[in-house]
């Protein structure tokens, strides 16, 4: 059996942890909320504003805004799929054969990924946001993922996420 102090003090411990644990998050500046949004948690309030979240209102794209030619990424990817894979069947196989034919499977491979690549970063989008605050804001981005007029986004390192 426990001492009668020892219970009290597990107790009140409870009780101290239990009181700690149901306290409203107090912001900045004593207001409740994470950003010191509404006072109090009960029913009725608004959910937190989000400082950083919009919607989008226009997507301009920006076609080939790169310096390089358009063939630049297969031609580049070619020649470093076929020598990686001329290297590669030149441990694995004796035989001129194979290696002729791992180097233009390699070319080919690479320069499939290379275009793609290329092509991936060649096109930039602008986004005209109108944050929830009323404020217009545009952000330039190499992909969209998803993304598209009407969406909701929150604005992260420079880059709209949709969400």
Partial sequence: MMPRSLAVIGTLSLFALSACAS?????????????GGSY????????QQC?????????????????VPAATGAVVGGIVGAVAAREIARHQTDSEGRRNAATIAGA??????????????ANQYNLYIRMDNGQETTVTQNSLDGIEEGSRVRIQNGRAWRY
């Fill in 108 to 121: 080919a491979g690479g320069a499939a990924a290379g275009q793609a690549i290329q092509n991936r970063l």
């Fill in 23 to 35: 306290m409203p998050n107090t912001g900045y500046s004593g207001q409740s909320g994470a950003y």
């Fill in 51 to 67: 400082f950083d979240c919009g919607t989008v209102r226009r997507i301009e794209v920006l076609h080939g805004q790169t310096a």
């Fill in 40 to 47: 109090g948690n009960g029913y009725g309030n608004s959910p």
